[in-house]
T-cell receptor, first 117, second 111 residues
Framework: GAVVSQHPSWVICKSGTSVKIECRSL??????MFWYRQFPKQSLMLMATSNEGSKATYEQGVEKDKFLINHASLTLSTLTVTSAHPEDSSFYIC?????????????FGSGTQLSVL | SQQGEEDPQALSIQEGENATMNCSYKTSINNLQWYRQNSGRGLVHLIL?????REKHSGRLRVTLDTSKKSSSLLITASRAADTASYFCATDSSNDYKLSFGAGTTVTVRA
């Protein structure tokens, strides 16, 4: 099946620094990727929809200047957490669809555990 | 936003037993999907059932969908220790490319 690679798997950073997370579709082209955030023992909350070549669509309550998303190619989307603070510590997961057909499953990256000190 | 509610929140069973979990949702859907997540990892797609289907099987998994009650169930038969994970339902609503995930059921299979 299709593979989505997410990097890094975990990152520890100091408060005030920026962190970039990469999400790559390895064997398919993903015109749309999704970024989720997950707190311990909770569900996935959609943060934004990343569209290749255009601006990302953010969910209500998600600060677009805080969470910068770039989808410059059909195989790569990046999420940058700017000026990270301890409350940004969370598990971030990306996903992508293999086909443009919305009626299909998502392939997920393995997630990035962010810890902000 | 989240539209799925799952029940139970947690389930502990003995290896070899069946595990059943339920998912309810609020709005009309195109399809409903079930995913598994091992601790600290991404999600793995298990099965997709379309709105015009009532039951679907995949190996030891059986999914039912009742659109009149806006609910679905996932049955894992003859459970194994490797089935220990969190299970999430996700709905794909009309005219929307996004999936909304339920709160998840944490399943522990004891050897």
């Amino acid at each position: 099946g299709a593979v989505v690679s997410q990097h890094p798997s975990w990152v520890i950073c100091k408060s005030g620094t920026s962190v970039k997370i990469e999400c790559r579709s390895l064997d398919f082209q993903a015109t749309t990727m999704f970024w989720y955030r997950q707190f311990p023992k909770q569900s996935l909350m959609l943060m934004a929809t990343s569209n290749e070549g255009s601006k990302a669509t953010y969910e209500q309550g998600v600060e677009k200047d805080k969470f910068l998303i770039n989808h410059a190619s059909l195989t790569l989307s990046t999420l940058t957490v700017t000026s990270a603070h301890p409350e940004d510590s969370s598990f971030y997961i990306c996903s992508a669809r293999d086909l443009p057909d919305y009626n299909e499953k998502l392939f997920f990256g393995s997630g990035t555990q962010l810890s902000v000190l | 936003s989240q539209q799925g509610e799952e029940d139970p929140q947690a389930l502990s069973i003995q290896e070899g037993e069946n595990a059943t979990m339920n998912c309810s949702y609020k709005t009309s859907i195109n399809n409903l999907q079930w995913y598994r997540q091992n601790s600290g990892r991404g999600l793995v797609h298990l099965i997709l059932i379309r709105s015009n289907e009532r039951e679907k099987h995949s190996g030891r998994l059986r999914v039912t969908l009742d659109t009149s009650k806006k609910s679905s169930s996932l049955l894992i038969t003859a459970s194994r220790a490797a089935d220990t994970a969190s299970y999430f339902c996700a709905t794909d609503s009309s005219n929307d490319y996004k999936l909304s995930f339920g709160a998840g059921t944490t399943v522990t299979v004891r050897a």
